[in-house]
T-cell receptor, first 114, second 111 residues
Framework: GGIITQTPKFLIGQEGQKLTLKCQQNFNHDTMYWYRQDSGKGLRLIYYSITENDLQKGDLSEGYDASREKKSSFSLTVTSAQKNEMAVFLC?????????????FGPGTRLTVL | QQKVQQSPESLIVPEGGMASLNCTSSDRNVDYFWWYRQHSGKSPKMLMSIFSNGEKEEGRFTVHLNKASLHTSLHIRDSQPSDSALYLCAASYQGGRALIFGTGTTVSVSP
C-alpha cells in the first residue's frame, strides 16, 4: 500500500497572488496528475506527468504551471489567483500508462481566493 | 460538449432499493470505462472498471457495458446509507493520453 499527501490542506490567497500546492506519493508510481474539482462535481485535468521531469498539459492548464523534479513529488502553481475562486485541487498517481491503471487520489487542497 | 456524460445528475434511493446510474461516451474510440466513488469531503476511490461487453459484478455493485452504444451503467442493489456519495464515470481512449471524467451522479440513500 501507499499514501498520497497534499499540502496545504487549506489555502487562502489574494487576487493576483502566485500560489503553490504540493503533492507527495510513496507508491513508487510513475504517473502523477493534478485535477481541479468545482462544487463537488466532475474532475478536470490540469497537468499530468508520466515520469520525473516530464509534463503534459490537460484541458485546464491555462493559468497553471507544474513541476515534477522527483518521482515522488508533483507541484502545481496557480500563476495568478482569480478573485472569488473556490475549488478543490486533487493530486493522483497511477502505476503506469495513463489510460489503463487505477488512479489513487490524495485528500485534496481546498483553495479560496479573497 | 462534455465527452463523458452522466445521468441522472442526482438520485434519491430508499434504503434497500436499487440505484441505477448511466454514463455515455460521445467519442467512439473509448477503451475502458471506470467508476469512482467519492464520499462527501473525501477523495475519489475506484469502484470498478470494465473494458469488454457484458456485465461485471462485485458484491452489491454491477457494471454493464455496451460498446456499440458507448454506454455503461452502474447498479447498486440493496442500497445502504453508506452508498450516499458522488459517483464519477471516467473513460480512457485509444491513443488518448488521459482519463476523461464525467460530471458525476450524486446518490442519496434515504433511511
Amino acid at each position: 500500500g501507499g499514501i498520497i499527501t497534499q499540502t496545504p490542506k487549506f489555502l487562502i490567497g489574494q487576487e493576483g497572488q502566485k500560489l503553490t500546492l504540493k503533492c507527495q506519493q510513496n507508491f513508487n508510481h510513475d504517473t502523477m496528475y493534478w485535477y481541479r474539482q468545482d462544487s463537488g462535481k466532475g474532475l478536470r485535468l490540469i497537468y499530468y506527468s508520466i515520469t520525473e521531469n516530464d509534463l503534459q498539459k490537460g484541458d485546464l492548464s491555462e493559468g497553471y504551471d507544474a513541476s515534477r523534479e522527483k518521482k515522488s513529488s508533483f507541484s502545481l502553481t496557480v500563476t495568478s489567483a482569480q478573485k472569488n475562486e473556490m475549488a478543490v485541487f486533487l493530486c493522483a498517481s497511477s502505476i503506469r500508462g495513463v489510460n489503463y491503471a487505477e488512479q489513487f487520489f490524495g485528500p485534496g487542497t481546498r483553495l479560496t481566493v479573497l | 460538449q462534455q465527452k463523458v456524460q452522466q445521468s441522472p445528475e442526482s438520485l434519491i434511493v430508499p434504503e434497500g432499493g436499487m440505484a441505477s446510474l448511466n454514463c455515455t461516451s460521445s467519442d467512439r474510440n473509448v477503451d475502458y470505462f471506470w467508476w469512482y466513488r467519492q464520499h462527501s469531503g473525501k477523495s475519489p476511490k475506484m469502484l470498478m472498471s470494465i473494458f469488454s461487453n457484458g456485465e461485471k459484478e462485485e458484491g452489491r455493485f454491477t457494471v454493464h457495458l455496451n460498446k456499440a452504444s458507448l454506454h455503461t451503467s452502474l447498479h447498486i442493489r440493496d442500497s445502504q446509507p453508506s452508498d450516499s456519495a458522488l459517483y464519477l464515470c471516467a473513460a480512457s481512449y485509444q491513443g488518448g493520453r488521459a482519463l476523461i471524467f464525467g460530471t458525476g451522479t450524486t446518490v442519496s440513500v434515504s433511511p
